[in-house]
């Protein structure tokens, strides 16, 4: 993405095979001019399935945990046990705090994680530059299935390459073996023995065992706290 093309005081970004929102955008968009320190205002997005009408939010309690969090936390778990999503696509930014951190890694398959991490340090929610407004649906969230999470060898390859460029060395192991946990799970659904023999390779090469089986553990309770709450 070229930050170069840009001429407005504030930017916004969507795929081509996702749909803006027209009222949740102006919605939110007049909240944030009303407010001068606000650099990045995140919105919510409603998941969209071909043929169906939209029912779910992308960004649900998680998200909501996550950005209720102080700068610390979140400048710490912004590398280890992030929520997933994070959408451009439901984001309003002023585009001096873009620039201000060097626009995007060209360098980088995966755009969206990357520049959230780099916002997140330069920007604070407790000030005020960084807000959430989880009812304010901007965007609506293609899925269909040339997805990028479908193909789980090519999404462990982008967030291989991500974390190895980005993570700071003392959140590294559990940041990596967090996401080894999470694809490994992901694998065994959907029976993807490339993505599984990939994963338990790794795990033996770079001796992350115990990092690895503490957070499969912490994946399994949370996917059984999320079948009892059904």
């Known amino acids: ?3 170069k093309l840009i001429d407005t005081e504030y930017a916004f970004f969507i795929a081509s095979d996702d749909i803006i929102n027209p009222y949740g955008f102006t919605s939110m968009f007049q909240t944030m001019l009303a407010h001068e320190n606000m650099n990045i205002a995140i919105g919510n997005a409603y998941v969209l399935y071909t043929g169906k009408t939209p029912e779910q939010k992308v960004y649900g309690k998680e998200h909501f945990d ?3 969090k ?7 778990d912004i590398f280890i046990n ?24 060209s360098k980088l398959v995966w755009d969206d994680y990357p520049m959230f991490v780099k916002l997140f340090m330069r920007n604070s ?5 960084i807000f959430f407004f989880a009812d304010f649906v901007v965007s609506f969230y293609r899925q269909h ?14 967030v291989e390459e991500t974390f190895k460029s980005i993570v700071p060395l003392k959140y590294y192991k559990d940041a990596i073996s967090n996401q080894y946990a999470f694809y490994f799970l992901l694998s065994l659904r959907e029976k993807n023995n490339k993505a599984i023999k990939k994963i338990i390779k790794v795990i033996v090469c770079e001796k992350l065992f115990f ?3 503490k957070y499969f553990f ?13």
């Open 66 to 68: 996550f950005f209720s």
């Open 125 to 129: 929610f407790d000030r005020g530059n």
């Open 145 to 158: 299935q040339f997805n990028t999470y479908k193909n789980l060898l090519k999404q462990l390859s982008m």
């Open 1 to 3: 993405m070229s930050l």
């Open 82 to 105: 992030f929520p997933k999503p994070l959408l451009l696509q439901s984001t309003i930014f002023k585009t001096a705090c873009l620039r201000d951190v060097g626009g995007w890694d």
């Open 70 to 76: 102080k700068d610390s936390e979140i400048r710490k």
């Open 211 to 213: 990092y690895f089986a």
């Open 218 to 230: 912490v994946h399994i309770i949370k996917w059984i706290s999320r079948r009892l709450s059904k």
